[in-house]
C-alpha cells in the first residue's frame, strides 16, 4: 500500500508543477463537430447503400 501512496505523491507533484501553455491555437469545436458529421454522414450512406436486402 505504500508503494501506492508514494506514486500518487509523486504523482500529485509532477502534476501541480509548472502551467500547460498552448503554443498554437486549437481547433475549432464547430470545425471539428462539422467533420465528425459529414465522415458520420458519408458512412450512413455507404452502408445504405450496400445494404440493399431491405
Known sequence: MTAFASAHTAL???ASEG???DTHPSISPFMTGGAALV???LL???????????
Open 19 to 21: 502551467e500547460h501553455v
Open 12 to 14: 500529485a507533484t509532477l
Open 44 to 54: 450512413l450512406w455507404v452502408t445504405t447503400r450496400f445494404n440493399r436486402d431491405r
Open 39 to 41: 465522415i458520420l454522414l
